[in-house]
């Protein structure tokens, strides 16, 4: 069966489509019509997608993963227990952790460890936020609202023990609504000395 050809019609072009100069001015018409309504019109008339950053900033979803902070317990020391849920956890392999033990004097001696050690490189994070679900302590957070400053030089980004604890929440504090049951304390979930480990 021989083939049934369909011929289409090219669409034809008026002059002035051809010579494209009414679309260019209708164009320019456009963008200087926003240029000045956005330049020196008022406020609420702007039509502006970007802020003038830093001296302008958007408020961040609630959500939002900023960088990370270290939570403290009332008395100032941090909450990680050094289990390296968090470095084992993290895809970009940018948290390293030393663990330490307490002084024999101390009552989380021999239940928890600290971390003589904790390092997190921000420009290799990927803020994922896997560390902070790792995490059975609610000792890391990226509730912080911040995002990494930018700098020029690398060690900026590297962020030690003293850093992340010393960067409070959002909401201005340095714990957490959580609260920690310490070893001793009556309400500890776990075992205690008395009854052996
Ligand atoms: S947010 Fe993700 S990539 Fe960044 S430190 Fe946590 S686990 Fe690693
Ligand atoms: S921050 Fe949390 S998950 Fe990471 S080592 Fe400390 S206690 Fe473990």
């Not at 928890?112 to 803020?127: G, N, Q, S, Y």
């Not at 980004?157 to 010393?166: E, P, V």
């Amino acid at each position: 069966m021989a083939a049934v050809v369909k011929v289409i019609k090219k669409p034809g072009r008026t002059v002035a489509e051809q010579v494209y100069l009414p679309e260019i001015a209708k164009g320019l018409g456009l963008a200087m019509g926003r240029f000045f309504k956005n330049t020196f019109g008022p406020k609420s008339m702007k039509e502006i997608a970007t802020v003038k950053y830093p001296e302008e900033t958007v408020e961040y979803p609630e959500r939002f993963r900023g960088i990370h902070r270290l939570t403290q317990r009332t008395d100032g020391s941090p909450r990680c227990v050094a289990c390296l849920c968090c470095s084992t956890a993290c895809p970009a392999q940018c948290i390293h952790i030393e663990p330490a033990e307490y002084e024999p004097d101390d009552p989380r001696y021999g239940y928890e460890r600290f971390p003589a050690v904790f390092t997190i490189d921000e420009l290799r994070c990927i803020f994922c936020g896997y560390c902070v679900e790792a995490c059975p302590c609610d000792a890391i957070r990226m509730d912080t609202g911040m995002h990494m400053p930018p700098s020029t030089r690398r060690e900026h980004f590297i962020f030690d023990k003293d850093t992340l604890l010393s960067i409070p929440g959002r909401d201005g504090s340095y714990l957490t609504a959580n609260p920690r049951h310490e070893p001793g304390d009556p309400s500890h979930p776990g075992v205690d000395r008395e009854r052996g480990h």
